[in-house]
């Protein structure tokens, strides 16, 4: 018997990364996940399909955000496949890194563009699954380390930020529901969106950045989700916690020749 048997999820950007791994977690424990995507379809019938190899339950919604209607699509495709369940749980997951909008080259189009789909997009999608969820729901936003130490990527961070105060807004406003609302920070994780993680010496000198000796992995942070997602977390909310393997606590320290093994 899983912890979120009977409850339904909608994960934004489950196609890849950090979201495919909340997606699989939520689904080995029992819930019918929307498996949500911006263009990648190939990668989110994967997610899908792994899903119901293992026995779990999960569909498919596209919907590419931070274009008008973005809200709408994604909401038709959800009430598609979830009939007339209720949307229990909701991970606000998707979004966009742009490496060029910094202070000194941002431009207007890429400021509006990371807002539209990091912040403006969870924004409407929380208000529309409010309609669906019912007492003692949760959320969860996956937000960033970006938001606590200094990064070129200033609009991005920017946008993390916005997330991280939602958060906190939302779950003063949602807890007469019994709806909890966290915020789960990642530190470096090896996904699409950190390709350069590739390269064994940066991923080297990042294991010297963090006190548990490597970058993370997907299933790190959706482990983690699953947890503010289960009603172990119950009598939490409003909270943002950083599942980074302990980044930037001191001064870098070269991992030992056998660090701890890469998991997920
Ligand atoms: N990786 C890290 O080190 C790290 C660190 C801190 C925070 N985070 C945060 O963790 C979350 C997941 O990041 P990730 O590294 O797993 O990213 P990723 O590997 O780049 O995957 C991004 C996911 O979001 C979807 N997506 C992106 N833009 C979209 C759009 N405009 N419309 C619809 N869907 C869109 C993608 O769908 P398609 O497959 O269809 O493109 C994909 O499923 C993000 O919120 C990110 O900011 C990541």
Do not use: C
Request: hydrophobic share 45%.
């Amino acid at each position: 018997m899983g912890k979120l048997d009977g409850r339904t999820a909608l994960v934004t950007g489950a196609s890849r990364g950090i979201g495919r791994a909340v997606a699989l977690r939520l689904a080995e424990e029992g819930a019918l996940v929307a498996v949500h995507y911006g263009g990648n379809e190939a990668a989110a019938a994967d997610t899908v399909a792994t899903i119901r190899n293992r026995g779990g339950e999960a569909f498919a919604v596209r919907a590419e955000l931070g274009v008008p209607g973005d809200v709408d699509a994604l909401f038709a495709g959800l009430a598609a496949g979830l009939g007339e369940r209720p949307l229990d749980i909701l991970v606000n997951n998707a979004a966009i890194i742009t490496r060029t909008a910094t202070m000194e080259a941002a431009t207007p189009e890429e400021f509006d563009r990371l807002f539209a789909v990091n912040v403006r997009a969870p924004f409407f999608i929380t208000q529309r699954a409010l309609r669906l969820m019912p007492d003692g729901g949760r959320i969860v936003n996956v937000s960033s380390g970006a938001t606590w130490f200094a990064t070129p990527e200033t609009v991005y961070a920017m946008t993390k930020g916005a997330l991280n105060v939602l958060g906190r807004s939302l779950a003063q406003s949602a807890g007469a529901r019994g709806i909890t609302v966290n915020t789960v920070s990642p530190g470096i994780t090896a996904t699409d969106m950190n390709s350069w993680l590739d390269d064994p010496e940066a991923a080297r000198q990042v294991s010297t950045m963090v006190a548990l000796g490597r970058p993370g992995q997907p299933a790190d942070v959706g482990d983690a989700v699953a947890f503010f997602a289960s009603d172990d977390a119950r009598w939490i909310t409003g909270q943002t916690v950083e599942v980074n393997g302990g980044l930037l606590l001191g001064p870098p320290v070269e991992p030992p020749a056998a660090a701890a093994p890469v998991s997920g």
